[in-house]
Nanobody, 118 residues
Framework: QVQLVESGGGLVQAGGSLRLSCAAS????????IDWYRQAPGKQRELVAA???????NYADSVKGRFTISRDNAKNTVYLQMNNLKPEDTAVYYC????????????WGQGTQVTVSS
């Protein structure tokens, strides 16, 4: 069973930076997509950044130019570098991965809280 464990969340002032990490229990090579979602209180979960295997990364318009998704295959870890944070970035951030073999399976981490103060 694949497990995704996020870390790196916390409280930061507006304009600051955080780097989130998502450590997978297995090889991230096998995933078809790895991405980051976030969910703010009272809002729907939204896609923040995605990294499909063999494809280019893509970002939500609200974070373009500020957030960067990357991966370290040797460490089976995916990162989300968040710069110039804004109060509206406050949310629980979730790591998500998709594995497509004979069927599609979605994996989610437990989430990490990011709070940006003004």
């Amino acid at each position: 069973q694949v497990q995704l464990v996020e870390s790196g969340g916390g409280l930061v002032q507006a304009g600051g930076s955080l780097r989130l990490s998502c450590a997978a229990s297995g090889s991230i090579f096998s995933f078809n997509v790895i991405d980051w979602y976030r969910q703010a209180p009272g809002k729907q979960r939204e896609l923040v950044a995605a990294m499909p295997s063999g494809g280019s990364t893509n970002y939500a318009d609200s974070v373009k130019g500020r957030f960067t998704i990357s991966r370290d295959n040797a460490k089976n870890t995916v990162y989300l570098q968040m710069n110039n944070l804004k109060p509206e970035d406050t949310a629980v951030y979730y790591c998500h991965a998709v594995l497509r073999l004979f069927k599609e399976t979605n994996y989610w981490g437990q989430g990490t809280q990011v709070t940006v103060s003004s």
